[in-house]
């Protein structure tokens, strides 16, 4: 682990090679789980102010959740997530051609009909931010539906802190970043160097 300014970060950060591969995953990270995405209060604030923003981008099943349950739920953990339909696909999802699943926010996003890209949570996966006892902790969230991504990182070198450059950098800031690249950087010269 790296101790990043306060935060533990795990070795799999420098050790994995990451590259999303959408055409193989189709976006399952969106539908697979047991839950929403995390989110926190504020998140949940903004969710609820630019629903008006994605609306049109939403699936109709997703639309009269919305409606009935709202944006969010506390998970059986007491974690507040987003709404989940058919147990499966977040409230934001929507579908591409294809049948790539993408984020509704992050199309509205794209558009400039909103401001924020989606969730910290979903930005930063498959990383997951853990707070315990004061600290935080980053880790490597591993499963099955992202080993194309690994595979695809591996075959492009990128590294899984070099794939999340942006949304490490939104969630910690970019000395945090420098600071984690600078050990990324040491840690390979001295172990990872054939």
């Excluded at 070795?11 to 926190?40: S, T």
């Excluded at 075959?155 to 999340?164: A, N, P, T």
Aim: with cysteine.
């Amino acid at each position: 682990m790296f101790d990043i300014q306060g935060t533990l970060v795990s070795l799999d950060l420098v050790e994995r090679f990451f590259c999303c591969d959408l055409e193989r995953c189709l976006g399952a990270c969106c539908i697979e789980g047991d839950a929403g995405a995390p989110i926190d209060e504020e998140e949940y604030r903004r969710l609820k102010e630019i629903v008006p923003k994605v609306w049109d981008y939403l699936l109709p099943r997703a639309q009269e959740e919305i409606k009935e349950h709202g944006v969010a739920y506390v998970d059986e953990e007491g974690a507040l997530v987003t709404n989940i339909i058919d147990g499966k696909n977040c409230v934001f999802s929507c579908y591409e051609p294809g049948g790539l699943c993408s984020c509704a926010i992050e199309k509205a996003y794209r558009a400039g009909k909103v401001d924020w890209r989606k969730p910290i949570s979903c930005y930063l996966y498959p990383v997951r931010v853990k707070q315990f006892d004061g600290w935080a902790s980053v880790n490597y969230h591993r499963w099955k539906i992202c080993k194309s991504a690994e595979v695809a990182g591996r075959q492009r070198g990128i590294r899984l802190y070099e794939f999340l450059r942006e949304p490490l950098i939104a969630r910690f800031g970019q000395a945090w970043y420098d600071e984690l690249v600078a050990n990324c950087k040491l840690y390979i010269e001295q172990y990872l160097s054939d």
